[in-house]
């Protein structure tokens, strides 16, 4: 089904996006920390990014699901969504330690 393969490669862009942030973690915490504006430099830019993608894409799984179709393709590309989204809020509350 060509529609859950495009929701399946757009999560799959998120967990390489924030394996990439997650590496760059001092770097965001440090710019959190400083209060800098999120958008106002690429690496905050690209955390809220994820987030605002991940509800995307949940609101698609949605939508299919609703439809009828609770196939096991969908069941794994919602768990696979909330491991991304679990580990955005991981490298969110890394940062949060980092600023008490």
């Known amino acids: 089904m060509p529609e859950l393969e495009q929701i399946r490669t757009r999560i799959d862009e998120l967990a390489r996006t924030l394996k990439h942030l997650a590496g760059e973690n001092n770097e965001i ?3 959190l920390v400083a209060g800098v504006a999120v958008g106002a430099r690429p690496t905050i830019a690209e955390l809220e990014e994820v987030r605002a993608k991940a509800e995307d894409i949940r609101r698609d799984l949605a939508v299919i699901k609703n439809r009828g179709r609770l196939d096991p393709e969908v069941r794994d590309l919602e768990n696979k ?3 991304v989204l679990n580990r955005y809020y991981w490298l969110w509350q890394k ?5 008490a």
């Not at 940062?95 to 600023?99: G, I």
Request: charged share 45%; glycine share 0%.
């Open 29 to 31: 915490c440090d710019e």
């Open 95 to 99: 940062c949060k330690e980092n600023m």
């Open 81 to 83: 969504l909330e491991q």
